[in-house]
Structures are given as C-alpha cells and as structure tokens.
C-alpha cells in the first residue's frame, strides 16, 4: 500500500515546529497539512479504485464441460467475467501480444478467437475436425491444429482464416509443441506413442520419436536445447535433445506418497524462461511436479486440486496457475517458494489457462 | 487513623503479586524441565501422531478447501492445530492434577500460607501451566516446520493469544477436574474418560463437515465440545485469522471453569473442604 505510506510522510512532516512562531498560525498549518495529506491520499485512492481498469494479468480459464472461458484476475484472483464460448472448449491460448486468445472449440469443429480486453468474439477460424490442443508460431502465425479424429495436424493462417497445410501424423494427434524459432513443430500422437517432429519450411515430418504410451504434451524449453514430452499413461515425461538427433536424453518418472502409481499420469509442462525448473501437471495424482532441468530430478510435488491438467505462467513468470478438472478450480502456485498460494473456483471441468498481461 | 488498611494495603503490593505469580511459574517450569519424561512425552505424543498417524492419511483431504486454508492441504497440515490444542489438553491436565499430588505430599500447605488470595494463587498456577505449554506448542511447531506444517510466519506471533485463551480453558478445567479428586488417582482414568473423548470428538482429527457425512450424532458430539472450539480458535490465529465465534465459545468456558475452580477450591464454600483437604483437617 504505497499511498499510506505517502500519507505517513505527509503528515509526519506537519507537526515540526518552528521556534517564535505563533501557536494559532502554527495550528492552521497543520489544518492545512493534514487536510493536503487527506486530499493527497483521496487522490491516491481514487487512482488506486481506477487502477484495475487498466490493463493487469488476467487468467483465460477453458472449461470444458460449461463451455465457457472463465477470466480471473491475477491480482487479486477474482473471477471478473465467464465467456460463453463454442461447445467443449478445450486448447486455449494467446497472441504473442495477449491482445487475442484463441480457444479450440472442440466439438464445433472450429477455432474461436476473443479479444482480450473486450471478452468479445473477434473472428472463428477453420480448424478440421475435432480440434483438441494448438500451438501458435512464435510469430504468432499460423496456427497449429491436432486433430484428434483425423490424424491430422492442420496449419491456418490467422490473418486469413486460409489452410496452409495439413501434415498427416500419427493416431489421435494431441500435444503441440514448437521451438522458439519456430523451426520445429511437434506433434505427439496418443495412440501411436510417438512425438512426430515436423520442419515448418517444407510442413514434412522428418523424426519419430517413440516415447512412453499416450503422449498428451510437448514443451520445448526456450532455448530450444530441450524438448519435454509427458506420456500420461506411460507416467513419464521423456527429455529429448533435440540438437542430437532427436534423442530421448532421459525419462522421468514420479512416486508421491500416498498416491497409487497408475494415477501418476503427467500431462501440461511448463518450463520457465531462465530454463531451471519445470512444473508437470500430474493429472489425476493432484499433484505437480516440480523438476530441476540441470539434474532432471523432481524436486518437489505441490497438493493442488482434482485431475490437474494444464499449466500456465503469469506474464512475470512469478506464478503459475493449474486447472483442477474434477474439482473445478484452478490453484496459483508461487514460483520462487514452489508453494501452492489459493484455489480459485472457476466453472466445470477446466481443461486449459493462458495468461494474458 | 487511616495508617492501618494503608498499611495493610502496602503488604500486598503489586510487585508483590508479580513476584508471587513468577515464583509459582518458576516453580512450575522447573518441575517440567526436570521431568525429562514428562518434557519428552509432551513433545513425542503430538509427533508420533503427526509423523506416524498423519502419514498414513497425507492425502486424504485433497478433496475440499474449508477456511482458513485457501487451497488444498495435506492431512499434516489440518492435523496440526489438534495436535497444538491436544498438547494443551494434556499439559492443562497433567498440571492442574499436579495440584492433587501438592495437596497429597503438603506442598500446597505452602503454598497456601501465601497471603495472597486464592483466586490469585490458583490463577498464577493456571498461568504457570499455559507458560509450560507454550514452551511445548513452540518445540512441536519448529519440529513441525520440517515436516512441511509450514503456516505463514505472522501466524506464529497470532496463534500466541489463541493459545493462551485455550490454555486458560483447559487449564481451568483440570483445575476443576482435580478439586473433585482426592488422591491423585490413575492419570490412566483421566485418559480414558476425558483426554480421549474430548480429542476424538472434535475437529481435531476430521474436519466437522466430514463427521457430519459420517455421522450426525457424532457432530452434534463435536458441536457441543468447547475442545472444537479451541481447535478451530488456534486453527485460524495460525494462519493470521480471528474466528470470533470460537473465541467466544473458549472464553466464556475458561470463565464458567475458572469460577467453577475457585468456588470448588475455596474452604468455606468449596468441595475441598467437604471432601477433606488440607483446609478441612483445620
């Protein structure tokens, strides 16, 4: 509370006293002052109520049973508005300048693109069929699209709304990944077990990685040294090089006390920008994992809500926020302490977060 | 001539009463440190419940997020202000009941030549047995910390006022308890008939809204045990949170057993002397 303590300043100054001055004039100045400090802290709070409506954090929440975006307020972790959007929303993110958020309706067969200010629906774009996850090119164009049904990546142009490609992939495509340069798309297929990578130059897959069983996402770290594939039935989350020939440097697995190993099952990756940890949504485990991407090590496992899915960090990487499916909630982790902070009830089954500044 | 009750008044002096009360708490911290049994069950009980007890239950509350926790905790982390009050619960009895050995062995007929008057004395005892338990919550709590009971660090500085009203509650209601003892009887007995049934019949071990799924008679059990309420008092204060209804509840129980205490413990009106105290053998 910056403003009381302006208020402090204000007011501690006003008594100093002056010798030979006259008491009455003496008492005035300190009317004077202290209604100028009261005056000044008015004016403080008054900025302080208007503040909020300017542009601050707020968290695009997809649920998926409601088929609405839940907005939550990063500061103060209010839910300050519910989007209704097209059936099963599900993969949710945003432009690289957060002014869009691009949400996959699933079952509506299309993409549907919100401005992030206004919550209003800006445009839809094609997507093919039964589009589950997304990635945007760090350009913030095209759009990468699996489609679960099609074994399908589709690739559109988000200016135009124009298909650019489709590269045929494995069974039930799902995880999206791309590297910060762009070069590199990749594509984990649920069924084939394999993370497919494909060059955006020719739109080609040129690698098969084969990994643990159902592979739901891919994260590349952001110097692209590294790309982490989590394997939801398998349990592991597969660390492949991905300047060496695209192999599997290690597999990570998890144990939590108290937690059957068959309900382990990693899913969303979040890696942070300096490269040093990375958090793992552990689904129905409620937990996440907190990895040291020096060692590969888990080094923590944070309690949050039901069938943990995706992650997602705030613009300041301070936090990061999960989305509890089946408890229909999200929880805000702090990033330095790797605390859980809160829980935020948001609507039912919340599926993705993308957190827009 | 008003010299008299001045001076009668200056015998008794403030200082005086301080000096009184820090005696007695001295007294009362020394028997404790030199009862390393004593010192080191305090501290094992609760931990044994939190490493043994709790561990087996880590997860078992991931499913609902109650106040004052904000998100979801591990049963460590809810079993731990039962386990502060449970400390309390002991170290109130185990203290107040001490009063039935004094009055056994004649250490109370020394203490009771004290001028001042009873109430007082019984209170210094009373505060005394709060200074001894706080001594044990603080160790549980730091042992604690390392077990990830983490609360946030202006709740180890709030938590103090709750513990002290719920150290008064349980205090006085040993006191009560042990003017209705003539010797100093099997603590096995106390265990049995109050220790256990107060601790297991309250929020300390399941939340209330658990116990009301399970079994509504049992949760009317729960709502009408003050131990609940100095649960949740200390529950809250830990994590920087007034719970005034709690504090209301434990407060007016300290004053109900308290008054209970110093009636029972006074020799014209009291049990005691009916049933045969020191005062009685007069």
């Known amino acids: ?357 | 001539m008003s010299f008299v009750p001045n001076r009668a008044a200056s015998r008794l002096p403030l200082s005086g009463y301080l000096i009184c009360m820090a005696g007695i708490c001295w007294r009362e911290s020394l028997r404790f440190v030199n009862q390393r049994g004593r010192f080191l069950s305090a501290l094992v009980r609760p931990l044994v419940w939190l490493f043994i007890f709790a561990a087996g239950f880590r997860s078992v509350l991931g499913v609902s997020i109650i106040p004052p926790y904000e998100t979801y905790i591990l049963y460590q982390v809810y079993v731990a202000p039962g386990l502060i009050a449970m400390i309390q619960l002991f170290n109130g009895l185990q203290s107040s009941l001490s009063m039935v050995y004094d009055r056994e062995v004649g250490a109370m007929r020394i203490l009771l030549v004290s001028p001042y008057p009873r109430w007082f004395l019984l209170l210094s005892k009373l505060v005394a047995g709060i200074c001894v338990s706080l001594l044990q919550v603080y160790a549980f709590l730091a042992i604690a910390w390392f077990w990830e009971v983490e609360a946030p660090p202006i709740g180890y500085l709030t938590v103090l006022p709750a513990l002290l009203l719920s150290g008064l509650m349980l205090g006085s209601m040993g006191l009560l308890m042990s003017s209705l003892f003539r010797q100093l009887e099997n603590f096995a007995s106390v265990m049995n008939f109050v220790i256990f049934p107060m601790f297991f019949t309250s929020s300390a071990l399941y939340p209330l809204w658990k116990v009301q799924e399970s079994s509504l008679p049992l949760w009317y059990v729960c709502q009408f045990n003050p131990f609940t309420y100095a649960v949740e008092l200390i529950r809250f204060a830990l994590y920087g949170q007034f719970e005034p209804f709690s504090a209301l509840v434990v407060a007016g129980c300290s004053i109900v057993f308290l008054i209970g205490a110093i009636i029972a413990y006074d020799p014209s009106a009291g049990l005691m002397g009916r049933r045969g105290g020191p005062d009685a053998a007069k």
């Open chain 1, 1 to 357: 509370m910056p403003f009381a303590f302006d208020h402090c300043r204000i007011t501690r100054k006003a008594p100093t006293r002056r010798a030979g001055n006259d008491p009455k004039e003496e008492k005035m100045t300190r009317r004077i002052l202290l209604s100028a400090g009261l005056a000044a802290l008015a004016g403080l709070l008054t900025v302080a109520e208007t503040a909020p409506a300017l542009a601050q954090a707020r968290a695009f929440v997809s649920n998926e049973r409601d088929h609405t975006v839940s907005v939550v307020d990063v500061d103060s972790l209010k839910l300050i508005e519910t989007i209704k959007t097209g059936r099963r929303p599900r993969g949710i993110t945003a432009s690289p300048d957060g002014k869009l958020v691009y949400v996959c309706a699933s079952d509506d067969n299309r993409v549907e693109v919100y401005d992030s200010k206004t919550y209003k629906l800006v445009k839809t774009l094609r997507s093919g069929p039964d589009p589950e996850l997304f990635v945007l090119a760090p350009s913030g164009n095209p759009l990468y699209i699996a489609n679960e049904d099609d074994s399908m990546v589709t690739a559109v142009n988000t200016e135009n709304n124009e298909l650019v490609a489709e590269i045929p992939v494995g069974v039930e495509p799902e995880g999206m990944g791309v590297s910060p340069d762009g070069r590199y798309l990749v594509n984990t297929s649920e069924t084939t077990n394999m993370a497919h990578v494909i060059d955006t130059t020719t739109n080609e897959v040129i690698e098969n990685v084969l990994v643990d069983s159902r592979p739901r996402y891919a994260q590349f770290n952001h110097d692209g040294t590294q790309l982490w594939v989590s394997s939801e039935v398998g349990g592991t989350v597969a660390v492949i090089d991905p300047k060496n020939g695209w192999k599997i440097i290690k597999k990570i697995s998890f144990e939590i006390p108290g937690v059957n190993k068959d309900a382990i099952q990693p899913v969303g990756i979040r890696i942070t920008k300096d490269g040093s940890t990375a958090f793992i949504a552990l689904g129905p485990a409620n937990h996440v994992a907190v990895v040291d991407t020096k060692t590969l090590e888990v080094k923590k496992y944070l309690l949050v809500g039901q069938r943990v899915w995706q992650l997602g960090f705030t613009p300041d990487e301070k936090q990061i926020f999960s989305t509890n499916g089946n408890s229909n909630d999200i929880s805000v982790i702090d990033v330095a302490s790797e605390k859980v902070l809160k829980s935020v009830p948001v609507g039912r089954l919340p599926w993705g977060v993308v957190i827009v500044p």
